[in-house]
């Protein structure tokens, strides 16, 4: 069995080539996914780059990223594989005329040529080393979570009628969760666990130096400097690093050199979707004394 | 085993080769894990197993590799995180090259040698001179630390400070905040902080009012740090003192979420105005998930043939109706005298935020008067804000402002009682420590009668009820249920059986 990465340190190098600006935590707890095997469930608020991670490690090893969005209503039917039903029933409607004994039939439909894969099934079964990524898990229902714990701790799949189908190779699973409910203690033990969170101010400087061209190193470093306080206030949703870098970008396009209030209250609506929020911010922001409530 | 044990040679020599785990890394790790458990931390076997394996992936000199390899095994919550960190930095605070006491143990004695060693070895360059400084110039080291962001030379600072000011003496039983309390004391970081501010001002000129928000934010940053380190480096002490065991109980701290509403401490009551929101977003979208989905709706067969067409016409997928259960409605009745006014707040706020959940909510406070809040709540963005008006607005005081239970249910009785029917379920909200005064349970009693469910929520420990002036038996005989709920935890609860 060989390993994917060298080290934590070299996948952050290799990480930030890809313009994916790791810290240690996230670049450690990759690593250690693919030494002892184990999907990496990785939780955190909204736009801090959890599926991102998946996306930039996945390009980091030139692999395929195979992706399963997770929804309300997610069903084995369509996490893992499907019977093709009605190719099925065509088969069976065919053969009427032909004297071809049940058990004949039976065995025939019940074959590969007659089975949808699904995501978590492709994943396994894919000959080349692949990254599975299980985008928002928190939004099955309990219940669908049983669905991937044979994966995630054994790396198969069991049909009924086929039997189990083991992987061919180990994928590096990535489970993203916006923790919009407790997932079940039986999931959380197979995996490892990471919180990304907002970065400090120096990552997200760089992330906004290399999201955005053009910007000057002064005015990144106030975007993240304005973007830290702002966080610092009770909101309903702080700004995120995609709407820092939305923000980032907009500055860059008004031509400003640097941020002043009027410029700052006047485009927060990019940073803060939340009218109240917005209000909020604005009236803080040019509270010189700092107190937040 | 010792703060002080065999492991640190271990860890020294470790730092490039893989760790070959020794008896006395296993040793240390086992107690670390216990100590986890105790904190009430979950974790299983499995995740033992996986944390054993796990460090031996990562060189045990990295420190911070280390500890990402163990939280990333064993803690599967992110609130937990931080009840991991402490016993983290208790166990494995005195494990690493920088931190190492001196070999025979002499506490007091270490420090500058240990500074010089740093000014030499590491580049930890401002932290040296140790002991000749005078409280002046270690306020200006402070300051300049502090004005440069410099976080080696906070470090010796922090170092400096404890060892001068916290005035630590072996196997005096002092918690860890007495010696953080009079090391703070001295420093006067309010203080610095405007000094800060001015020396900015003076250096960059004319500033809006934003760009010295941003200072301020800054440099407050800053000093948190700093105070960090300091903790960090009082803990340590403290550890090489006690030892690890002892010293991680005195620390242990409930989980936000079992925090007692009742004894919260102003820092805790911070943590638990920031738990509720995300707590009723994940409390909102499950009850909704589970409404949807609870039971099958009945068999909606025109959708049914409809589906069947595309498998030539065999009903392979039967369709169901959307099932459409019926929201009840909720009269919160809410004791919002001083004792008991947390709970009542953090049930308000959950009740509301859940509102969607129910067809109707209306709201009501006492303390000895009754005052309707349910219009305080409509069409408000921010329940925070409808919370604080309800404490400060609302009109609940009658006589002398103590809680009078009976004379706020009367006059509750008396004035909505009629608005009470057989869909609603009433949540009575509070201790009831009557002060004495009639009860009048005859109320609740004919509230049951008229109403699908009354609840009483107590947040006292059911230990208490029915001592001193407390009556709430005396309620509870004619309510369907009354609960204890003192944390975030059993109000959670409560609040999901209720929809």
């Given at each position: 069995?060989?390993?994917?990465?060298?080290?934590?340190?070299?996948?952050?190098?290799?990480?930030?080539?890809?313009?994916?600006?790791?810290?240690?935590?996230?670049?450690?707890?990759?690593?250690?996914?693919?030494?002892?095997?184990?999907?990496?469930?990785?939780e955190g608020p909204a736009g801090t780059?959890?599926?991102?991670?998946?996306?930039?490690?996945?390009?980091?090893?030139?692999?395929?990223?195979?992706?399963?969005?997770?929804y309300e209503?997610?069903?084995?039917?369509?996490?893992?594989?499907?019977?093709?039903?009605?190719?099925?029933?065509?088969?069976?409607?065919?053969?009427?005329?032909?004297?071809?004994?049940?058990?004949?039939?039976?065995?025939?439909?019940?074959?590969?040529?007659?089975?949808?894969?699904?995501?978590?099934?492709?994943?396994?079964?894919?000959?080349?080393?692949?990254?599975?990524?299980?985008?928002e898990v928190d939004r099955v229902e309990v219940?669908?979570?049983?669905?991937?714990?044979?994966?995630?701790?054994?790396?198969?799949?069991?049909?009924?009628?086929?039997?189990?189908?083991?992987?061919?190779?180990?994928?590096?699973?990535?489970?993203?969760s916006n923790n919009t409910r407790e997932l079940s203690?039986?999931?959380?033990?197979?995996?490892?666990?990471?919180h990304?969170d907002y970065?400090?101010?120096?990552?997200?400087?760089?992330?906004?130096?290399?999201?955005?061209?053009?910007?000057?190193?002064?005015?990144?470093?106030?975007?993240?400097?304005?973007?830290?306080?702002i966080r610092q206030i009770e909101l309903k949703k702080a700004p995120s690093?995609?709407e820092?870098?939305?923000?980032?970008?907009?500055?860059?396009?008004?031509?400003?050199?640097?941020?002043?209030?009027?410029?700052?209250?006047?485009?927060?609506?990019?940073l803060l979707k939340y009218q109240s929020d917005i209000r909020k911010a604005?009236k803080e922001?040019?509270?010189?004394?700092?107190?937040s409530v | 085993?010792?703060?002080?044990?065999?492991?640190?040679?271990?860890?020294?020599?470790?730092?490039?080769?893989?760790?070959?785990?020794?008896?006395?890394?296993?040793?240390?790790?086992?107690?670390?894990?216990?100590?986890?458990?105790?904190?009430?931390?979950?974790?299983?076997?499995?995740?033992?197993?996986?944390?054993?394996?796990?460090?031996?992936?990562?060189?045990?000199?990295?420190?911070?590799?280390?500890?990402?390899?163990?939280?990333?095994?064993?803690?599967?919550h992110y609130n937990h995180?931080k009840?991991?960190?402490?016993?983290?930095?208790?166990?494995?605070?005195?494990?690493?090259?920088?931190?190492?006491?001196?070999?025979?143990?002499?506490?007091?004695?270490?420090?500058?040698?240990?500074?010089?060693?740093?000014?030499?070895?590491?580049?930890?360059?401002?932290?040296?001179?140790?002991?000749?400084?005078?409280?002046?110039?270690?306020?200006?080291?402070?300051?300049?630390?502090?004005?440069?962001?410099?976080?080696?030379?906070?470090?010796?600072?922090?170092?400096?400070?404890?060892?001068?000011?916290?005035?630590?003496?072996?196997?005096?039983?002092?918690?860890?905040?007495?010696?953080?309390?009079?090391?703070?004391?001295?420093?006067?970081?309010?203080?610095?902080?405007?000094?800060?501010?001015?020396?900015?001002?003076?250096?960059?000129?004319?500033?809006?009012?934003?760009?010295?928000?941003?200072?301020?934010?800054?440099?407050?940053?800053?000093?948190?740090?700093?105070?960090?380190?300091?903790?960090?480096?009082?803990?340590?002490?403290?550890?090489?003192?006690?030892?690890?065991?002892?010293?991680?109980?005195?620390?242990?701290?409930p989980l936000p979420e079992d925090v007692d509403f009742m004894h919260a401490s102003r820092e805790e009551m911070t943590n638990l105005r920031k738990a509720i929101y995300p707590l009723t977003r994940k409390l909102a979208a499950r009850l909704q998930r589970k409404r949807r989905h609870g039971?099958?709706?009945?068999?909606?067969?025109?959708?049914?043939?409809?589906?069947?067409?595309?498998?030539?016409?065999?009903?392979?997928?039967?369709?169901?109706?959307?099932p459409n259960p019926h929201k009840p409605e909720i009269f919160v009745i809410a004791d919002i005298s001083?004792s008991v006014a947390a709970f009542a707040r953090f049930t308000l706020h959950l009740v509301y935020a859940i509102s969607g959940q129910f067809s109707k909510v209306r709201s009501f406070v006492f303390?000895?008067?009754l005052d309707e809040v349910t219009s305080y709540f409509e069409g408000v963005e921010d329940i925070n804000e409808a919370v604080h008006r309800v404490n400060t607005e609302a009109?609940v005081?009658?006589?002398?402002?103590?809680?009078?239970?009976?004379?706020?249910?009367?006059?509750f009785?008396?004035?909505y009682?009629?608005d009470i029917g057989?869909r609603t379920s009433v949540m009575i909200l509070g201790d009831?420590?009557?002060?004495?005064?009639?009860?009048?349970?005859?109320?609740?009693?004919?509230?049951?009668?008229?109403a699908r469910h009354v609840y009483w929520l107590n947040p006292?420990?059911?230990?208490?009820?029915?001592?001193?002036?407390?009556?709430?038996?005396?309620?509870?005989?004619?309510?369907d249920g009354s609960f204890e709920v003192r944390n975030l935890r059993q109000l959670e609860a409560f609040v999901e059986n209720l929809v």
């Amino acid at each position: 069995m060989s390993f994917r990465f060298e080290d934590a340190a070299s996948l952050r190098d290799d990480l930030r080539r890809v313009d994916y600006l790791s810290d240690e935590g996230i670049a450690g707890v990759v690593y250690l996914a693919d030494r002892l095997q184990k999907p990496v469930l990785v939780e955190g608020p909204a736009g801090t780059g959890k599926t991102q991670l998946a996306k930039s490690v996945s390009e980091v090893l030139g692999t395929r990223l195979i992706r399963l969005q997770c929804y309300e209503g997610l069903d084995e039917a369509k996490a893992l594989y499907e019977w093709n039903y009605k190719k099925q029933l065509l088969r069976i409607q065919s053969d009427r005329s032909d004297e071809h004994d049940w058990a004949g039939v039976s065995e025939d439909i019940f074959s590969d040529e007659f089975l949808l894969t699904r995501p978590l099934l492709e994943a396994i079964s894919a000959p080349d080393p692949v990254v599975l990524l299980i985008d928002e898990v928190d939004r099955v229902e309990v219940e669908t979570e049983a669905l991937l714990l044979e994966i995630l701790s054994d790396y198969q799949v069991s049909i009924p009628e086929l039997g189990t189908i083991e992987a061919k190779q180990i994928p590096l699973v990535f489970l993203t969760s916006n923790n919009t409910r407790e997932l079940s203690e039986a999931l959380k033990r197979r995996c490892l666990y990471l919180h990304v969170d907002y970065p400090d101010l120096e990552r997200e400087k760089e992330i906004v130096l290399t999201k955005v061209p053009d910007i000057t190193e002064n005015l990144a470093d106030q975007v993240a400097r304005v973007v830290r306080s702002i966080r610092q206030i009770e909101l309903k949703k702080a700004p995120s690093v995609s709407e820092t870098i939305d923000w980032a970008k907009t500055l860059v396009l008004l031509g400003v050199e640097k941020i002043e209030e009027q410029t700052a209250s006047d485009t927060l609506n990019i940073l803060l979707k939340y009218q109240s929020d917005i209000r909020k911010a604005a009236k803080e922001l040019v509270t010189a004394d700092g107190v937040s409530v | 085993m010792t703060a002080t044990g065999t492991t640190e040679g271990n860890g020294r020599s470790a730092k490039t080769v893989p760790l070959e785990l020794g008896d006395a890394v296993l040793e240390l790790l086992n107690g670390f894990i216990i100590e986890l458990r105790a904190a009430g931390l979950p974790v299983s076997l499995t995740e033992n197993l996986d944390a054993l394996e796990a460090v031996k992936h990562v060189p045990i000199g990295d420190r911070e590799s280390f500890k990402y390899a163990l939280g990333a095994t064993l803690v599967k919550h992110y609130n937990h995180w931080k009840a991991f960190e402490t016993v983290f930095e208790v166990y494995f605070s005195l494990r690493g090259k920088e931190y190492a006491i001196g070999e025979d143990g002499e506490l007091l004695d270490l420090e500058d040698g240990d500074l010089d060693d740093a000014q030499a070895g590491d580049q930890q360059g401002a932290g040296g001179g140790g002991e000749n400084l005078s409280p002046e110039e270690l306020a200006e080291m402070l300051f300049q630390s502090l004005m440069r962001g410099d976080s080696q030379m906070m470090k010796g600072v922090a170092r400096q400070a404890v060892r001068r000011f916290a005035g630590m003496e072996p196997g005096r039983p002092v918690g860890g905040t007495y010696y953080l309390y009079r090391t703070l004391r001295n420093l006067d970081l309010d203080g610095v902080l405007e000094r800060l501010l001015q020396q900015a001002q003076d250096t960059q000129g004319e500033a809006s009012e934003m760009d010295q928000r941003l200072w301020r934010d800054e440099y407050q940053h800053r000093i948190d740090q700093l105070q960090k380190e300091i903790e960090a480096e009082i803990r340590r002490r403290l550890v090489a003192d006690r030892g690890v065991e002892a010293m991680a109980k005195t620390l242990r701290k409930p989980l936000p979420e079992d925090v007692d509403f009742m004894h919260a401490s102003r820092e805790e009551m911070t943590n638990l105005r920031k738990a509720i929101y995300p707590l009723t977003r994940k409390l909102a979208a499950r009850l909704q998930r589970k409404r949807r989905h609870g039971r099958r709706g009945p068999l909606d067969f025109r959708r049914t043939v409809r589906a069947s067409l595309s498998c030539g016409g065999v009903p392979v997928e039967p369709k169901f109706r959307n099932p459409n259960p019926h929201k009840p409605e909720i009269f919160v009745i809410a004791d919002i005298s001083g004792s008991v006014a947390a709970f009542a707040r953090f049930t308000l706020h959950l009740v509301y935020a859940i509102s969607g959940q129910f067809s109707k909510v209306r709201s009501f406070v006492f303390i000895d008067g009754l005052d309707e809040v349910t219009s305080y709540f409509e069409g408000v963005e921010d329940i925070n804000e409808a919370v604080h008006r309800v404490n400060t607005e609302a009109d609940v005081v009658w006589v002398d402002g103590h809680s009078d239970y009976g004379h706020a249910l009367g006059v509750f009785w008396q004035k909505y009682g009629k608005d009470i029917g057989p869909r609603t379920s009433v949540m009575i909200l509070g201790d009831a420590r009557n002060n004495y005064h009639a009860a009048e349970s005859w109320i609740v009693k004919e509230m049951q009668d008229k109403a699908r469910h009354v609840y009483w929520l107590n947040p006292e420990p059911r230990s208490y009820w029915d001592t001193g002036d407390s009556i709430v038996g005396e309620y509870a005989q004619h309510c369907d249920g009354s609960f204890e709920v003192r944390n975030l935890r059993q109000l959670e609860a409560f609040v999901e059986n209720l929809v």
